[in-house]
């Protein structure tokens, strides 16, 4: 029943975990704690602009409604946070401070590229070391 995506994401919304009677729901909410802290982990890093911007309690929900909304779809941390920008543009959007910067959803964009462009730079780096390794 993991494998559903629908049924993890009732899961996930329903404190009876209602979609896995018979399962560890220890285990599964042990899971879905990690797994939230995976996502504000990365979030923390890409966004960290945008995070002092925030009341923490008010990041916290952010960062539960975009898991809920953005299933990572990648295994790297960072590229799993990279539809935060649009996620905090998205029109009707019900989870966000009450006071919350106009410019956020820009500011967040504005820190992605930044994240993005170091990440490649790094990445690149990685790949040219372990050439010049490997010809040695």
């Not at 923390?44 to 975009?66: G, M, N």
């Not at 410019?103 to 170091?118: D, G, I, N, V």
Request: glycine share 6%; net charge negative.
């Amino acid at each position: 029943a993991l494998h559903d995506a629908d049924a993890w994401e009732c899961f996930l919304q329903s404190p009876a975990g209602a979609p896995f009677q018979g399962a560890d729901l220890a285990a599964l909410r042990l899971y879905e704690t990690l797994l939230l802290g995976d996502v504000r982990q990365g979030l923390d890093a890409a966004y960290p602009k945008c995070k002092l911007l925030v009341a923490e309690a008010d990041w916290h929900a952010l960062a539960a409604d975009y898991r809920l909304r953005h299933p990572s779809d990648a295994y790297q941390l960072h590229r799993s946070v990279r539809w935060f920008p649009s996620y905090l543009a998205a029109p009707g959007r019900t989870v966000g401070p009450k006071d919350e910067p106009p410019y956020l959803a820009e500011l967040a964009a504005y820190e992605w590229m930044e994240t993005h462009a170091t990440t490649a730079v790094e990445a690149d780096r990685s790949a040219t070391a372990v050439a010049w390794a490997e010809s040695g």
